[in-house]
């Protein structure tokens, strides 16, 4: 029972999944202008995201002050941070009020699903793409001179055919102005752009899903290679213990090699005295307390005295 084997696979998993999360920030980064030349949209938007990414580390990390072990794991700590950051940076509307409220948003969120949940879960990557959305409509906005998030028309007074009533038959509501999106002095073409966006956008997401499956391997390899100095029979039994499913939940990931082997030792002992304490309890009746009981509490002490009941397939 060797992992080591694994290790070289899932360390080539996380370098594919940054290369995609890199190529992903490179395309969120780039729009096309009205001369069909890339531009950059600008350090700006980059500079706010990696704002809001540190803050969701800092406040969502809690009490956790695991660190990468190796170089390996440094290396895919700063592609998971970069990836945010450009995730962040790429969904915000380039300039004006919204982008205030919208880093207020992010940064709540984030920090929140930090404490609570992965950070990329299905709720958190619906929002980015709500923000993303927004972001391609402004600038689809823009694209087609018109400087407005949306323009209502008023009843009745635009249905009358008067030139003089023309200021007062519609309402503009969200203006803003070329410069504040960052458009390009030639203008945005915005169906390249789009594609580009759009692109990166699903790549970042993709190779930050994949990074954090990809790290929780990793770890979990390395784990498997402390366990397995142990001989083979007491290896067995302590993956039956622990089991691998448990490993980020008990707290073993990031841990260096020798707080992880007290760890594992505490976690065995507490378990089999638990274990013991059990089977001590469930040896005979009178030491539970109870006679022979039925419907719910009988099927418990049952359970308990007897193991489970066969099934009708059980010969």
Request: with cysteine.
């Amino acid at each position: 029972m060797s992992p080591q084997p694994r290790e070289p696979l899932t360390a080539r998993q996380l370098l594919y999944a940054c290369v995609l999360v890199a190529l992903g920030g490179l395309l969120l980064g780039l729009q096309v202008d009205g001369n069909g030349e890339f531009v950059g949209t600008g350090y700006s938007s980059l500079g706010v995201g990696a704002l809001v990414a540190l803050a969701a580390v800092l406040f969502g990390s809690g009490r956790d002050t695991r660190s990468p072990r190796d170089l390996v794991g440094a290396f895919s700590a700063v592609c998971g941070f970069l990836g945010l950051a450009f995730l962040v940076s790429g969904v915000l509307a380039p300039g004006g009020g919204w982008m205030f409220f919208e880093v207020l948003l992010l940064s709540i969120a984030l920090s929140r699903a930090g404490r609570e949940q992965p950070v990329l879960s299905r709720g958190m990557v619906a929002l980015l793409s709500l923000l993303l959305l927004f972001r391609l409509w402004i600038s689809y906005q823009g694209s087609q001179h018109r400087w407005e998030v949306v323009s209502l028309d008023v009843p009745v007074l635009s249905s009358l055919p008067f030139d003089f009533l023309a200021p007062i038959q519609s309402v503009e509501l969200g203006e803003f102005t070329p410069r504040e999106l960052g458009f390009p002095p030639a203008g945005l073409d915005f169906a390249p752009s789009l594609a580009l966006w759009a692109a990166g956008f699903v790549l970042c997401v993709v190779g930050l899903a994949w990074r954090s499956r990809a790290a929780i391997e990793y770890e979990n390899d390395r784990i498997h290679a402390v366990i397995g100095e142990l001989p083979p029979t007491l290896a067995h039994i302590v993956e039956r213990v622990l089991p691998e499913s448990q490993w980020v939940e008990l707290g073993l990931h990031g841990l260096a090699d020798r707080p992880l082997r007290k760890r594992l030792e505490e976690l065995v002992v507490a378990r089999i005295a638990a274990r013991r304490e059990l089977e001590l309890a469930t040896q005979s009746r009178e030491l539970l307390g109870v006679a022979d009981l039925g419907g719910f509490s009988g099927e418990i002490l049952r359970a308990l005295t007897q193991g489970p009941a066969p099934t009708k397939d059980t010969p």
